[in-house]
């Protein structure tokens, strides 16, 4: 099944060890092979010299010792045979006259190929040059290895040719370095490595490997599978603790826990078909070098039938990192600093609704004038009473307003729509969509020319997830000066109120919780005679799973069926699948028939991975047809 969304499930094995018994050793890492077959895992490497100890030293030299080493070797292609797994395992090899640090790759009794060590550490605890050469000295791309002809070289691509994957092999030293090797393969269409390494502790070196693991993943787009020599290593001057991670472009990371006397392994659900959409992005990245000698090594993968084990966050946008969450605020702030002191207007007009977006914008509107060491009374913030509008979302807007210290004005809007109603022969009582946008525009134009006689600028308030769904008024609350909240889609913005309100004291924290415990709403109904308020999740559907599906959809460009997939394991706990479905119906239609409203709104930060600025991230027609996707989705 994971197959058909892109999955490939890879795992790093750390194993117990007995230095320099190889049979030991080999029957512990065939009991760890069929472990990993067991959980389903497609693909699994092991530490650096797995099948003999990394703290061998000159036992590497000694010829009983690497005869045992092939007898092992010979053992585990036997075992492979019949066995649906890829597995890597860390061995010395012998090529003419010289000795090299290998990964070797099985499958189904065969070896794959041989990917020799290219930076050898001669220095301070590390000793190899005295027993291993690097990889620059073959000269040679295939040698006649456990009897058959098998590919070796530092540049081995193993691509599979009934699945979209690459992979090809760093050894320790070798992602320290800034020649990476995995630097060259990535370029060749690798996007998947894998690192066999021996890697003993220091103080502070555990962070720093685990940094140097994610950047390499980020930077060479690709995900990066390590495992390093366990405890079971000679301790005589060193340890080693047995880190095992795997790691994505994202940023996500799985990892084991270190200093275990037992054997153990991770694995995870690699989104393949995620990275290759990074890649076509990525442009920057296509550059092939073709100074570098791949060696290119094909296979066909027998992929199993896993249920995904995979785990994607209900909120992608957010992150519970305060000090992300200052830098998103940071960045909104300034970028609306920049833009009144380039336009030498000191003035900033904000409607306040009362709800979560407009306070948001407002409270940015707050920072700018601390920024720019202006008057907070700068921020002109209006309330415009309508037709819909609670006592509580007024009595909040105008709590926050005065608290802030900022100008306050009430303007009510219901006798000017009513005269446009007469003008324009709109029944009154009439709540149609011409009803509702009436209102919109009249406070649009309220704040426009309040802008005008203040010689001032309209600070917008939607946010990234109406604009999505095209869940504001053309011409009305979709226009502004400057939309300081663009990028921020609904999940985020009330994190980020929250935060800010974690961070306050007094009124204003009690008045910036009650405004986050306020339904979702644009107040353009009357409130009905049970009280009820308009409710915008029950026209639209809830905002988290919007904002689930505007992140895969824009970010990674996922198909609508993998959406529906991810977002059902995702929110099996909370939705049914009938809900999911008829949500990802409404944000299919809204998202593309509402591009027109997107391809002229007005200037707008952005602050994360996605944006929907038509002069950006987001250049689409207004009059895309989405047949299509409806009809991958009604055949789910």
Not at 524 to 540: A, F, H, M, R
Request: one cysteine or more; proline letters at 3%; glycine letters at 6%.
């Amino acid at each position: 099944m994971l197959k058909e969304y892109g999955y490939l499930r890879v795992g790093a094995i750390v194993n117990k060890i007995h230095i320099a018994d190889v049979s030991y050793n080999v029957d512990e890492l065939i009991k760890l092979f069929d472990e990993a077959i067991k959980k389903g895992i497609e693909i699994v490497s092991t530490p650096e010299m797995s099948i003999c100890g990394y703290t061998a030293q000159d036992l590497f030299l000694n010829d009983d010792l690497y005869d045992n080493c092939m007898k092992g070797l010979s053992r585990l292609k036997e075992y492979s045979k019949d066995k649906d797994l890829v597995f890597i395992v860390g061995s010395p090899v012998r090529v003419l006259n010289s000795l090299y640090n290998c990964a070797i790759v099985f499958y189904h009794g065969h070896i794959l190929g041989i990917t020799p060590k290219t930076y050898i550490p001669n220095y301070s605890e590390f000793y190899e040059g005295r027993y291993f050469r690097n990889a620059s000295r073959l000269n040679i791309n295939k040698i006649n290895f456990l009897g058959e002809e098998v590919f070796i070289s530092n540049m081995l691509c193993y691509k599979c040719d009934n699945f979209p994957m690459s992979f090809s092999i760093d050894i320790c030293e070798d992602l320290w370095m800034a020649n990476t090797p995995s630097n060259y393969t990535t370029l060749n269409g690798v996007n998947l490595v894998f690192n066999l390494s021996s890697s003993n502790e220091t103080v502070g070196k555990y962070n720093y490997r685990k940094d140097l693991v994610k950047v390499q993943s980020g930077k060479t787009i690709c995900a990066y599978v390590y495992a390093s020599s366990g405890i079971n290593e000679s301790t005589s001057d060193l340890l080693f603790s047995g880190h095992a991670m795997i790691s994505e472009p994202s940023g996500e990371m799985v990892e084991n826990d270190r200093f275990n006397f037992e054997s153990s392994i991770i694995y995870n659900d690699i989104d393949i078909f995620k990275i290759n959409n990074d890649r076509f992005k990525e442009r920057s990245y296509e550059e092939y070098n073709q100074n570098i000698n791949y060696v290119n090594v094909h296979f066909n993968l027998e992929k199993k039938n896993n249920e995904l084990i995979k785990k994607y966050s209900k909120t992608p946008f957010l992150s519970h990192n305060e000090e992300s969450l200052d830098e998103i605020i940071k960045i909104q702030s300034y970028a609306l600093a920049k833009r009144v002191k380039f336009l030498n207007n000191s003035k900033m007009i904000i409607g306040i609704s009362g709800g979560a977006d407009s306070t948001l914008a407002f409270l940015i509107s707050i920072n700018v004038c601390d920024i720019l060491n202006l008057s907070r009374k700068n921020v002109i913030a209006i309330t415009m009473p309508g037709f819909g509008t609670s006592s509580r979302t007024y009595n909040n807007s105008k709590k926050l307003i005065e608290l802030a210290g900022a100008t306050f004005k009430e303007i009510s809007i219901k006798e000017a729509v009513l005269k446009h109603f007469e003008d324009i022969d709109q029944p009154k009582d009439k709540y149609d969509i011409t009803y509702e946008n009436s209102q919109a525009r009249e406070r649009t134009q309220i704040l426009f020319d309040i802008a005008n006689k203040e010689g001032g600028i309209v600070v917008g308030t939607g946010d990234l997830s109406e604009l999505a769904l095209g869940w504001a008024t053309y011409n009305g609350d979709h226009m502004s000066n400057y939309g300081v909240n663009a990028s921020i889609p609904k999940t985020l913005v009330t994190t980020l109120i929250r935060h800010i309100k974690d961070k306050s004291e007094g009124e204003i924290k009690d008045v910036l919780t009650d405004i986050l415990n306020t339904p979702i709403s644009p107040e353009l109904l009357p409130i009905d005679k049970n009280g009820n308020i308009q409710n915008t999740e029950k026209s639209v559907g809830p905002y988290i799973l919007h904002d689930f599906f505007l992140y895969h959809f824009m970010r990674y460009g996922a198909s609508i069926k993998k959406i529906y997939f991810i977002a059902k394991n995702t929110f099996k706990d909370q939705y049914t699948d009938l809900e999911i479905k008829e949500t990802l119906r409404i944000f299919i239609r809204r998202f593309f028939t509402q591009q027109f409203k997107r391809n002229c709104v007005p200037d707008g930060i952005k602050v994360g991975s996605v944006s929907l600025s038509p002069r950006g991230d987001l250049r689409l027609s207004s009059d895309n047809y989405f047949n299509e996707y409806m009809k991958e989705l009604e055949n789910l």
